[in-house]
């Protein structure tokens, strides 16, 4: 049922979106980068609901969604937009290894299940860095509501037939699924995309890493899953690094825009 479970999660942003946009900001969704923006979000939503199917390590999975920052600046650099400094690039160097020893545990066995969760974390990661881009570039004067239908409206689309068949499984399915598209899919990213035009990014995004301790306490205390050294080394790494990235500016510099 993992897929039905997505429809619920894309398709209700879209029923509460539509509530409070026009038809002409609708049709809009359907060109250029917003078309591209949605279809890198759709899929970014599928591998992230497939790793949390199929991983047993809640932790380490979370873990290396926090990799988008350093992606998010790999891209900047690639696309010549921010200045390569040297605090930075060591940073990412640091988050590159945070994630490889992580992933390198010799007291854990990686059955193929966890091996492909940990693949399909790392694809989001680098999904939500590159989108990151583009939704800055592209949908800088777009409200935070419009934003959310976008990132949103191909994945209703290709999963819409899935939602009827969704609501055949049991109350409390549907309704962890319901609230998932609601608090997660439409309420956490329309606050963040608010806050970012009220608040500097950079804040904003360092209280975003709060998911990361709060996801280690809840694993342990909900599924008796206790993260191991090397995982919370490499967390350390990776977590550290990225708030660097977001959050300081290094004058240092070896290469201008």
Known sequence: PIFEFISLRVCFPIIVCAFFINRKQIIGQFSGWKLLIS?????RVVCQML??????????????????????????????????????????FVGLCG??????????????????????????????GVNTFFIKRHLEKSSALEIVFTLNIIGTICLLPLL????????YEITLGAANGVL?????????????????????????????????????????????????????????????????DDKKVLLNP
């Open 39 to 43: 279809i890198l979000s759709f899929i």
């Open 51 to 92: 790793c949390f199917y199929l991983t047993s390590s809640l932790s380490l999975t979370v873990m290396l969604f926090y990799l988008w920052p350093i992606i998010h600046y790999i891209v900047l650099i690639f696309t010549r937009t921010e200045k390569v400094s040297r605090l930075k690039v060591a940073c990412l």
């Open 99 to 128: 994630a490889f020893v992580a992933t390198r545990d010799p007291l854990v066995s990686y059955d193929q299940n966890t091996i492909i969760a940990i693949f399909l974390a790392i694809i989001s990661a680098i999904l939500i």
């Open 164 to 171: 009827y068949s969704a609501f055949h499984y049991p109350v």
């Open 184 to 248: 997660i899919g439409f309420g956490s990213f329309f606050l963040f995309f608010s806050s970012i035009k009220t608040i500097p990014s950079s804040l904003t995004a360092l209280f975003s890493y709060l998911e990361i301790p709060s996801t280690l306490l809840l694993s342990i205390l909900f599924l008796s899953i206790w993260p191991t050294s090397l995982e919370l080394i490499g967390g350390v790494m990776i977590m550290v690094s990225s708030i660097i990235i977001l959050n300081f």
